[in-house]
C-alpha cells in the first residue's frame, strides 16, 4: 500500500464505519488485490457517511489536514469551503482529498447547487461535502468493503459510480467546459478493468435512477472506441458492453 494511503489509515483508525473511498484510489486497492497493475491515483475521494458521523471523525480527520500542512479551496464569495484539500507540505499525505456527502433533507438547497454542508452531533468543524445524488449515496451504504484496513466501494457498485463520473464529464465538455479528455476516458477505462474482477454470474438490478445512468453510458460505448487489449482484457468491447448488459439487467 501507498505510504498516503497508509497516512489516511493510520490517522483515521476506528472510523472505518464513517467513510468510504471511491473513485480511482478505491480502483487502485480493489485491482490490486487480485494482482491487476493500475495507474497510481493522486487524489482521494472520501464519501462521509453523515448517518454514522461522531466527532472523534471530526478530530481525527481535522489533525490529518493540520499535520499534513493542506491548503483548501474557497468559494466565490471568499468564504472558504472544507469539501476540497490540496497541496500537502509532506509526500506522505495525498496530494488531494475530495469529499462527498448526500444532500440533506433539513438543508435547503437552490436545485443548482453542488456543495452541502456536512452536519455532526457536535458542531466543532464546519466540513462541507461534493452533493452526492441521494441514489447514489444510497447504493453506497451497503456496499463498501475493507481491503487493507481502508473502507472501499465494492467493484461491482464501483462501476455504476464510474459509468456516471463518464457521463457528467461528457456532458461538461459538451456544453463548452475545460474537461480534460483524459479525465473523462479514464473513467471509461476503469469500468471495463473493474469488470475484470466482477462475477458476471450474479445480476445486480440497480435503482432506477442509477440504471437509466448505466443504460445511457453503454449506448455511448456501443459508438466508443474502446482498446481492450490496451486494458489487458481479453475481450471484445461488443462482448464487454454485453456482459455489463446482463450484469445489471439492462434492457436492450
Known amino acids: 500500500m501507498r505510504v498516503e494511503l497508509q497516512t489516511v489509515k493510520q490517522y483515521l483508525n476506528g472510523c472505518e464505519e464513517q467513510y468510504t473511498i471511491i473513485g480511482g484510489t478505491a480502483c487502485e486497492l480493489l485491482l490490486q488485490s487480485h494482482d491487476f497493475g493500475f495507474r497510481v491515483t493522486k487524489d482521494l475521494d472520501m464519501v462521509l457517511l453523515i448517518e454514522y458521523l461522531s466527532p472523534d471523525f471530526g ?80 447504493l453506497l451504504l451497503s456496499a463498501d468493503t475493507i481491503i487493507e484496513g481502508i473502507p472501499i466501494l465494492s467493484e461491482r457498485e464501483l462501476i455504476p459510480f464510474k459509468a456516471k463520473a463518464w457521463l457528467d464529464l461528457t456532458h461538461q465538455k459538451e456544453n463548452g467546459e475545460k474537461i480534460d479528455s483524459r479525465n473523462i476516458n479514464k473513467h471509461k477505462n476503469d469500468v471495463f ?58 434492457d436492450q
Open 59 to 138: 478530530h481525527k480527520f481535522w489533525k490529518l489536514i493540520r499535520d499534513g500542512g493542506y491548503s483548501h479551496k474557497s468559494k466565490s464569495t471568499g468564504k472558504n469551503t472544507f469539501y476540497r484539500f490540496t497541496n500537502p507540505a509532506s509526500p506522505e499525505f495525498p496530494q488531494m482529498i475530495e469529499l462527498f456527502s448526500r444532500q440533506q433533507d433539513e438543508i435547503i438547497l437552490p436545485e443548482e447547487a453542488v456543495i452541502t454542508p456536512v452536519r455532526q452531533e457536535e458542531a466543532i468543524y464546519s466540513l462541507s461535502a461534493i452533493l452526492l445524488d441521494n441514489e447514489y449515496y444510497n
Open 193 to 250: 478493468r473493474l469488470l475484470s474482477i466482477v462475477n458476471p454470474s450474479h445480476p445486480f438490478p440497480l435503482p432506477e435512477p442509477i440504471q437509466h445512468d448505466m443504460k445511457q453510458f453503454l449506448l455511448c460505448m456501443e459508438k466508443e472506441q474502446i482498446d481492450m487489449k490496451a486494458l489487458g482484457l481479453p475481450l471484445k468491447a461488443n462482448e464487454a458492453i454485453e456482459i455489463l448488459k446482463n450484469l445489471y439487467l439492462i
